[in-house]
């Protein structure tokens, strides 16, 4: 796809390049061989030379399923749960509190079932949950949807999964008379970039977002960073929704082909330290062994807290996943953690043991 997601510019510059990696980070699998014989696809990463949207230009919309063996859910940790509060505390100082608020791709529902119980009135829409809420729709969300009207609408990791969030955004708009206020938050390009952090781009992610494009959209907003920068937010008004994207600035656009060289330090790493556990099934995780390990020579196998996950495979490489008791039943010397964000609360965990933790960028 040569034409950029977010303003429709055709000069495409490419900086990153992986070939057959599943099209699903989050999903798990009962079986190995289940999971070895996912659906996979590619990445080419291009830089829109005009307005800096970064996007994957091989991604394919119309394999994407999220069901309910989708498996995001990141509360199990307290430093999570920390996190949500923040941002709960935000929307509440936006003025949120007494709005009608909806939140699209609501996951398991974690947030806003929080949202609930600080006194927010929020629905929520995802075809991926499976909880029993009668507040939240299993569906996506769509103008079959748009008599429900809503003071503010919510897209915590939403838009990099949408292949036109520009065009999402004014679908979103027009159902409420663009009128309602918008809440987004995606993950921060600039804080993968600066770390190097090939471990953070998915298939799932049609789209990396940087401060500067998230704003791009709008006339007038406020941002911020949060999560020790790898989240990025914004709050606006649908009045202030563009109707087409002009970057009044001037993009940062990515000079050299992205992540090779740490790629190839990683490998070595795992090669280096054959038995070494990865801490955290998500995303991150899945990404890492598919790259670094993937006929599975190497890394023992993945630990993680959210029982969904626990004794069951990553895609397509087939790694296993445990719960931290496999620490009884294994020999671990290393540990590489997946986030670094996360790093107290694994040492607090794991406080008795002698196992050495690393993590990603730490060497």
Not at 19 to 36: C, D, H, M, S
Not at 104 to 123: A, P, S, T
Not at 279 to 285: I, Q, T
Not at 348 to 360: G, H, P, Q, R, Y
Request: charged share 25%.
């Amino acid at each position: 796809m040569n034409t950029c997601h977010l303003c429709r510019g055709n000069n495409i510059g490419m900086i990153y390049e992986i070939r057959n990696i599943p099209i699903f980070q989050n999903k798990v699998y009962l079986t190995e061989k289940e999971a070895k014989n996912v659906l996979t696809g590619d990445i080419v990463l291009g830089q829109c030379q005009e307005c800096g949207f970064v996007f994957n230009r091989e991604f394919d919309e119309k394999v994407m399923n999220y069901d309910g063996s989708y498996e995001n859910e990141q509360a199990y940790s307290s430093y999570f749960q920390l996190y949500i509060k923040e941002i709960i505390e935000l929307l509440r100082s936006a003025g949120f509190l007494s709005n009608k608020v909806i939140e699209i791709g609501c996951g398991k529902g974690y947030f806003l079932n929080q949202m609930q119980q600080e006194g927010f009135d929020v629905i929520g829409f995802d075809p991926a949950y499976d909880g029993d809420n009668p507040r939240i729709i299993k569906d996506y969300f769509s103008d079959k949807y748009k008599e429900i009207r809503a003071d503010t609408i919510i897209l915590r990791h939403t838009l990099e999964h949408i292949q036109k969030p520009f065009d999402f955004i004014h679908s979103i708009a027009k159902s409420n008379g663009y009128t309602a206020k918008i809440f987004v938050e995606v993950p921060c390009f600039d804080w993968i970039a600066e770390k190097s952090a090939f471990w953070d781009i998915y298939y799932e992610h049609c789209n990396y977002f940087t401060m500067q494009t998230l704003r791009s959209m709008f006339t007038a907003s406020r941002t911020g960073k949060h999560f020790r920068g790898q989240y990025i937010h914004l709050l606006a008004d649908f009045n202030d929704l563009k109707s087409f994207i002009k970057q009044d600035e001037k993009p940062n656009l990515v000079k050299d082909i992205l992540f090779a060289p740490e790629l190839e330090r990683y490998k070595r790493f795992v090669m280096q330290n054959q038995g070494v556990l990865v801490w955290g099934a998500g995303a991150k995780g899945a990404t890492f062994v598919n790259l670094t390990d993937s006929y599975r020579q190497f890394i023992d196998g993945i630990i993680d807290i959210n029982p969904k996950k626990q004794n069951r495979y990553i895609a397509k490489t087939g790694h296993k996943i445990y719960g931290i008791n496999v620490l009884e039943d294994k020999e671990v010397k290393n540990i590489l953690v997946m986030n670094e964000n996360y790093l107290d609360e694994i040492m607090n965990i794991l406080f008795e043991s002698d196992v050495k933790l690393f993590t990603l960028g730490a060497f």
